[in-house]
């Protein structure tokens, strides 16, 4: 995974809500947040942080340099524009350990002295918020490297033909081209690993319990979604499923079966098995692009969801 190392400046906490924070020694992270901090509880936004980059920026709107915690962060860093990262990206330094779960936030302006007094404030553009996965000490001077997370994408393609070399599998590299394509855009990594076997119900079960085991993010078939009596691929995924979602795969259906009424007759599920998200998608080209231009849109949302992240 890449690393960056940024530094902290300085470690501020407020014990009322609405209120600046004011810098301390030391913050004490805990699973709930940051001791005696207003904002520590059991939610996803226990600890603030805000670049030194952006209140600078900000300084020149404001006419003064702002002090540290004047915008109610309780991390004030340098040397990374956290603007830029990402929800399920992590920051750590020694024992602690931040999984970032938003980026920026609703202003409250009648409750901001900052923005009482300037009419803008750079926390609900720039600021960030994380909750505790590993708890400890941190204090100013102390070093911080940020983990960008990578997701993770198996693609599973289900055809006896393509599996003894009879033709080449056109489904699985569709798929891994759509989903890569999504995600370079938004500036996330995804790696992705591409299997072909046959439409065997023994191979297949252990391919998605490993798949489990090895915690990926995205478990996507293609194939054997049809009525044919090797055509396997849901009687096999909808067992290991723990939540179907139904929706995603009606709404595909319907939608292309009102043109194409054969696009009724596929039998995909999607759902989540353990930490992953399974799709499972037939095996046409055509088809791949038509489900994934679907599946694409809500499955950032499925992955924060699924990590109780509220993006709404």
């Known amino acids: 995974m890449e690393r960056t190392d940024l530094s902290i400046v300085s470690v501020n906490i407020s014990e009322k809500k609405g209120t600046v924070k004011s810098p301390v020694e030391i913050i004490e992270l805990e699973e709930t947040g940051i001791r005696g901090d207003a904002h520590a509880g059991r939610w996803h936004r226990q600890v603030s942080l805000l670049g030194e980059e952006s209140i600078k920026r900000f300084s020149s709107h404001a006419g003064r340099m702002p002090s540290y915690g004047e ?9 990374l524009e956290l603007a830029g990262t990402l929800p399920l990206d992590r920051l750590a330094s020694g024992d602690v350990e931040l999984e970032i779960t938003q980026i920026g936030k609703k202003c409250h302006g009648s409750t901001c002295a900052i923005f009482q007094e300037v009419g803008d ?4 553009k720039e ?3 994380a909750r505790v996965i590993k ?3 941190l204090k100013a001077g102390d070093r911080m490297e940020y983990h960008p997370r ?4 198996l693609v599973i393609t289900l055809s006896d033909r393509a599996s003894r070399g009879e033709y080449q599998d056109k489904s699985g590299p569709a798929v891994i081209r759509l989903i890569e394509d999504h ?4 500036g996330r990594g995804i790696s992705t690993k591409a299997i072909v076997m046959p439409d065997e119900r023994g191979r297949l079960h252990e391919k998605m319990e490993e798949a489990r085991e090895e915690k990926y993010d995205f478990v996507i078939t293609t194939g054997g979604t049809g009525i044919g009596r090797r055509d396997i691929t849901p009687e096999v995924v909808r067992p290991l499923l723990d939540k179907e979602i139904p929706g995603i795969m009606e709404m ?7 043109e194409k009424p054969n696009a009724l007759l596929s039998r995909g599920v999607a759902g989540v098995m353990g930490s992953s998200l399974v799709y499972t998608l037939p095996g046409s080209v055509r088809a791949v692009n038509e489900y994934m231009s679907e ?5 950032e949302h499925l992955v924060y969801m699924l990590h109780g992240i509220d993006s709404h």
């Open 71 to 79: 915008f109610a962060e309780n991390i004030t860093t340098r040397g």
């Open 121 to 124: 404030c750079v926390m609900p």
């Open 127 to 129: 600021g960030i918020f």
């Open 135 to 137: 708890g400890g000490r």
């Open 150 to 153: 990578k997701f993770r994408c």
């Open 183 to 186: 995600f370079k855009v938004r």
């Open 252 to 258: 595909i259906r319907l939608k292309y079966g009102a």
């Open 295 to 299: 599946i694409l849109k809500t499955l």
